[in-house]
């Protein structure tokens, strides 16, 4: 079987080529064609001699994800990407553009076992993993294809990301390392619904990356009743999991909230958010719930939206109603799926 080989670090491909018999030098080469020029294939890569090219086609493989489909917002401008990967699983990813810069939203998984409720990611359970490469690809297929620099990454597409925990850490440390895009670590966040050992094991790396978690509700039973990964972790371990992770690396957590009209809008649910985050250095963020077909969930008014928020501001918690991008194309929040509908 051959090797993944852009799924390799910069010391590591250096290795490889040692154990090869090359000359370190070359692992510079290659490291450069793949993630700086962001090639797909070995003969593409023009500086290398034949000899060296026919076997790293022998032994190792660029693995594609290749664009199956794009739409753009006639909203916004946002673009979703539908990949199919070397196997025919797929998988969504949406670029979304501001005055500050592109920022792209990636899947870390084909599919997700996480059911969180109000998600279409999750309907068809988890198929599997994707590899570091496989998450990078989605990055250099969107700069290559609309030709623009992606200067922030959120890894809150279809998958849990701390599920694939070996591969997020080896995709962020390629991402932002300086021999490839050298994307800054304080423009990537990691979304997750709440596996604390791995939120204590992220924080003991030290990065310094944004943690987001996805709270939804503000009692471990209104969470339970939308997340079933709720089931395993009560919610005040979740928040010292979150706590660990701000004093381990001095980054603010961001608590993703989706608001869901009659389920965790109301009065009392502003009392209760403010009981939790008041004392903390944090931000929140919230996300009217966007409509997934095979759901029945329905969002709040603008104005009751708006209320819920201003209500939070006037109890000092820093928050914001996020932007929505892409609803037009199913590519907000919660609408990204692993396959064509």
């Known amino acids: 079987m051959k090797k993944d080989i852009c799924s390799f670090t910069y010391e590591e491909l250096k290795e490889e080529m040692a154990s090869i018999g090359e ?53 916004d401008g946002t673009n979703k990407f539908l990949f199919r990967l070397y196997d025919g699983n797929m998988v969504e990813s949406v670029l979304m553009k501001y005055k500050h810069g592109n920022s792209v939203c990636i899947s870390s998984q084909a599919g997700c076992r996480m059911g969180c409720v109000f998600c279409a990611s999750t309907i068809g359970g988890l198929k599997r993993n994707l590899t570091a490469s496989e998450m990078l690809r989605q990055i250099y297929q969107i700069q290559t294809i609309t030709g623009e620099r992606v200067s922030n990454v959120v890894v809150m597409g279809t998958g849990e990301p701390l599920d694939n925990y070996d591969n997020l850490l080896k995709f962020i440390h390629i991402l932002t390392e300086e021999h490839g895009l050298h994307i800054s670590q304080r423009n990537v966040t990691v979304s997750t619904c709440g596996i604390v050992p791995k939120i204590l094991e992220l924080a003991e790396e030290k990065l310094q990356i944004t943690l987001a978690l996805s709270l939804h509700g503000a009692t471990q039973e209104k969470r339970r009743k939308l997340m079933p990964i709720a089931n395993k972790y009560e919610l005040s371990r979740v928040l010292a999991a979150c706590d660990a992770y701000f004093e381990k690396t001095g980054r603010r957590v961001t608590f993703e909230y989706s608001l869901v009209h009659g389920v965790n809008d109301t009065p009392e649910d502003v009392r209760e958010l403010t009981g939790l985050l008041r004392h903390r250095n944090c931000h929140l963020n919230l996300i009217p719930v966007n409509p997934v077909k095979e759901r029945n969930f329905v969002r709040p008014s603008r104005e009751n939206a708006l209320n819920f928020k201003n209500n939070l501001e006037k109890s000092g918690i820093n928050v914001t109603i996020r932007r929505e991008m892409g609803s037009d194309i199913d590519g907000a929040c919660g609408q990204l799926r692993r396959r064509k509908l």
Do not use: V
């Open 23 to 75: 000359k370190s030098f070359r692992a510079g080469q290659i490291y450069d064609w793949l993630h700086a020029k962001l090639c797909g294939s070995f003969s593409e890569m023009t500086n290398l001699s034949r000899s060296l090219r026919e076997k790293l086609e022998q032994e190792y493989e660029i693995l594609p994800a290749e664009l199956e489909e794009r739409q753009i917002s006639a909203l």
